[in-house]
């Protein structure tokens, strides 16, 4: 393989346990290589698993892996891509009650509402502030962030990864 131009992780907040080795299948096509995940339970929904999944591929790899994981019911999942040299990074959140949601993000994870979506959003809005809020909460994918939430907080048997090199 060349070298990996993009980085990012896979999050799988939750996945029935006979979803997991679909899931590895899946993940490991987009990414061109077997992978093996270190599964732990879900204390937020009993019965289900968790993993996270550092990789490194092709720009758009994110996109992928996003893809290949897109409308799997019960499956709870959220992939980032760092912003690069050149290009912007991105984040998907997918929940089986809302589907999929995609940002484009800035070097330091930020989400980036770009201009197009915050004026649609003013002309929607008038001058009503509470249907601006609505609106900008849409584009920042708050709905999703607010479902995974929970999810995102590992259980106290879940590891700690302390990250040195940053940038």
């Avoid at 959140?93 to 995609?102: Q, R, S, V, W």
């Avoid at 994870?109 to 915050?118: M, S, T």
């Avoid at 009503?128 to 939430?149: K, Y």
């Avoid at 907080?153 to 990250?163: M, S, Y």
Wanted: glycine share 10%; charged share 25%; proline share 5%.
């Amino acid at each position: 393989m060349a070298t990996a131009n993009a980085r990012g992780v896979l999050y799988v907040h939750s996945a029935p346990r006979a979803l997991c080795p679909h899931v590895e299948w899946a993940a490991g096509r987009a990414l061109e290589r077997a992978v093996n995940f270190q599964w732990m339970p879900q204390p937020v929904l009993p019965g289900t698993l968790r993993t996270e999944y550092y990789w490194e591929g092709e720009r758009g790899t994110g996109a992928k892996l996003a893809s290949a994981l897109r409308g799997w019911e019960h499956l709870r999942y959220e992939v980032t891509e760092d912003a690069g040299f050149g290009s912007d990074g991105g984040r998907w959140l997918h929940t089986p009650d809302l589907g999929i949601f995609y940002a484009q993000t800035d070097t330091v994870g930020n989400i980036v509402i770009p201009e197009d979506r915050v004026r649609y959003a003013m002309e929607i809005a008038g001058s009503n502030a509470l249907e601006l809020h609505r609106e900008l909460r849409l584009a920042l994918g708050q709905a999703w962030d607010d479902e995974l939430e929970a999810f995102r907080h590992a259980g106290e048997a879940n590891p700690v990864i302390w990250l040195h090199k940053v940038g």
